[in-house]
């Protein structure tokens, strides 16, 4: 499977952006079994998770710095996993990336725990 993300862009703060990650290469009973997350980097930072999203159940963990204003979900059947943002702060800019493993996942995981990952798509704020 591969992972590509795409939405990202340069908006003014207060504003909303909605990212999409499209996994290809899987197959929807596959893709329906993914641990799926979404993390950022900023310039000179550390990676930050931002969101995942469980395999059972569907439920969703958010970082404490988005939560209220991002929300994840994914579509199996499009293979597609989303990110909408709203109300983007300054601090809210860096790169964000897709990242996937075929595993069960119940509660949020580290970066290196994901064995797949997309190339990422710049989200800058002003």
């Known amino acids: 499977v591969q992972l590509v993300e795409s939405g990202g862009g340069s908006v003014k703060a207060g504003e909303s952006l909605k990212l999409s990650c499209v996994a290809f290469g899987g197959t929807y009973s596959s893709y329906r079994s993914y641990c799926m997350a979404w993390f950022r980097q900023a310039p000179g930072k550390e990676r930050e998770g931002v969101a995942t999203?469980?395999?059972?159940?569907?439920?969703?963990y958010y970082g404490d710095s988005v939560k209220g204003r991002f929300t994840t979900s994914k579509d199996s059947a499009q293979n597609t996993l989303t990110l909408q943002m709203n109300s983007l702060q300054p601090e809210d800019t860096g790169m964000y990336f897709c990242?996937?493993?075929?595993?069960?996942?119940?509660?949020?995981?580290?970066?290196?725990?994901?064995?797949?990952w997309g190339q990422g798509t710049q989200v800058t704020v002003s």
């Open positions: 990242a996937g493993r075929d595993a069960y996942c119940f509660y949020p995981r580290d970066g290196p725990w994901y064995s797949v």
């Open positions: 999203i469980y395999t059972i159940g569907g439920s969703t």
